[in-house]
């Protein structure tokens, strides 16, 4: 994001630039909320109340935003927001349900990424000539870009992201536990692999993969007009 704008060596125009600050803090306020509520939700429909009773089940922004996470968006395309607190008692099959809360998350990122593709495509087939509707196409782009992206860095499958707790379903309670007892480090080396380009190259590679079929699908309809 940020970074990618100072390495372009001043080729990204003022309005794009405007354009991509506005589509990473719509999904800071916006779509990491429904990220975070998708898990809240899923586990309370699972039978955990604790998302409730902790206030997550909102899709109020402030309830979510992890500042560090959102500054990273801001600056490399990428971050988190507060973890949603669960209790796997409550759950009828803990692994089962954990893994089914986990995902729910970057399954969401994935909807959103086709509902922003879709409308922009519309807007721009809509308005083929409008200056106005190719920079609401190019922010609604960015948004599912960095959905998509958010997708797969969570599902990295490290604690503390989304791809420990799928993870959990098929490890061992010991080997799991274990492994969570560095999860501060590990984050910390991931986070740091990321910033450095080292993972976030492949990341970049999967992401492309996932966004161009999802870009398919959403774009199917319209090549029958």
């Not at 509707?133 to 599912?144: D, E, K, R, S, T």
Request: proline residues 6%.
């Amino acid at each position: 994001m940020l970074f990618d704008i100072i390495g372009s060596g001043g080729k990204i125009d003022f309005i794009t630039l405007i354009v991509q600050a506005l589509s990473s803090l719509a999904v800071i306020f916006l779509t990491l909320p429904v990220h975070e509520f998708a898990h809240a939700y899923t586990a309370v429909k699972l039978g955990d109340p604790t998302p409730r009773y902790t206030g997550r089940l909102t899709l109020n922004p402030l309830k979510h935003i992890d500042y560090l996470g959102a500054a990273s968006i801001l600056l490399f395309g990428f971050g988190w927001a507060k973890p949603v607190q669960v209790n796997t008692r409550y759950f009828k099959n803990p692994k089962r349900d954990m893994a089914i809360t986990a995902v729910a998350g970057p399954i969401s990122n994935l909807v959103v990424c086709f509902i922003s593709i879709f409308i922009a495509t519309l807007i721009t087939e809509i308005f083929p000539f409008s200056e106005v509707a190719f920079y609401i196409g190019v922010f609604l782009i960015n948004i599912g870009y960095i959905n998509v992206y958010l997708a797969v860095f969570n599902l990295i499958p490290i604690p503390p992201f989304d791809g420990s707790r799928l993870l959990s379903a098929f490890l061992p309670y010991k080997y799991y536990y274990a492994l969570m007892r560095y999860e501060r480090y590990l984050m910390y080396g991931v986070l740091i692999l990321c910033w450095t380009g080292i993972l976030s190259r492949p990341l970049g590679i999967v992401t492309d993969v996932v966004y161009n079929a999802i870009a398919t699908a959403a774009t199917f309809v319209f090549k029958f007009f």
